[in-house]
């Protein structure tokens, strides 16, 4: 095993379905679950984590809302992985993150680099993460989260009182104060006076289709200036063909996002 490849969901995704394609058709076809059933096939020496954690804004059918903010919710992920980690410290790690996934990851990195002295157990995400592939991470900000605030504000009024995950969706406002933080402290980061080739590596992928399940947002959830860095010197770039929501469920091998996905992640592997 030469590196760990980690996947973190997105707002109100889950660790599995998240990355599964269900086919038409119900339970009478399989689904296709890529980074197991697709990855392992075509790279075998690499271990592969899911990592889940509470991204709905309420689950009203059972009372009980989330009461976590973007940092809580980093220091457990750095917590939990790291834990993970306890027995291969220094392999190298790639995060594969959707949406709101990859703004816990750029988060981690930030609190795990502020671990400089005394935790080494911490400081080893960071030091040892080789690459990120976001998949519609809101960098500045995300449309549809208006739409999150609204089923919010409605799960709110319901038994178990306002969900401090209305906390998060504010968050992701447009040119929010812990988008900015997070956007400026990760590119400081970035910026650290070493070889490009040494620096955190970056593929963004990108939405090509508009969320057209929903009339009033037909255009795309995050739009292309948000989800990208535009920093060529370690950033790469191409456009799923597939909204916000499928743009990380893939059905078979030839799918081009998958393409995409597996050309970078080989070649990531390579300089490793």
């Not at 549809?144 to 306002?162: D, R, S, T, Y």
């Not at 929903?214 to 790469?236: M, Y």
Request: overall charge positive.
């Amino acid at each position: 095993i030469i590196a760990d490849v980690c996947f973190v969901h997105g707002l109100g995704g889950h660790p599995r379905k998240t990355w599964q394609h269900d086919p038409a058709g119900g339970k009478k076809k399989r689904p296709c679950y890529w980074p197991f059933d697709l990855l392992p096939r075509d790279i075998d020496n690499i271990r592969i984590m899911t990592y889940g954690y509470d991204s709905s804004p309420s689950h009203w059918y059972k009372g009980k809302t989330t009461q976590m903010t973007i940092d809580q919710h980093t220091q457990t992920m750095l917590q939990r992985i790291s834990n993970a980690r306890a027995s291969c410290k220094r392999r190298p790690i790639i995060f594969f993150a959707h949406s709101l996934g990859g703004i816990l990851v750029k988060n981690m990195i930030i609190l795990s680099a502020k671990y400089k002295l005394g935790n080494l157990q911490f400081q080893d995400i960071g030091q040892s993460c080789h690459a990120i592939v976001f998949f519609g991470t809101p960098h500045r900000g995300a449309g549809a989260v208006e739409l999150g605030m609204m089923v919010a504000n409605v799960i709110g009024a319901l038994p178990g009182g306002p969900s401090v995950y209305k906390d998060i969706l504010r968050s992701l406002q447009p040119d929010s104060e812990k988008l900015i933080s997070i956007l400026t402290d990760f590119n400081d980061i970035m910026e650290e006076n070493i070889p490009a080739p040494d620096k955190i590596q970056i593929y963004s992928f990108q939405e090509g289709q508009g969320y057209s399940r929903i009339t009033t947002l037909d255009h795309k959830v995050v739009p292309d200036g948000s989800s990208i860095f535009n920093r060529r010197a370690f950033e790469q770039s191409s456009h799923v063909p597939a909204n916000h929501m499928d743009m990380c469920r893939f059905k078979t091998a030839t799918d081009s996002g998958y393409s995409d996905l597996k050309a970078a992640l080989t070649g990531y592997l390579v300089a490793i």
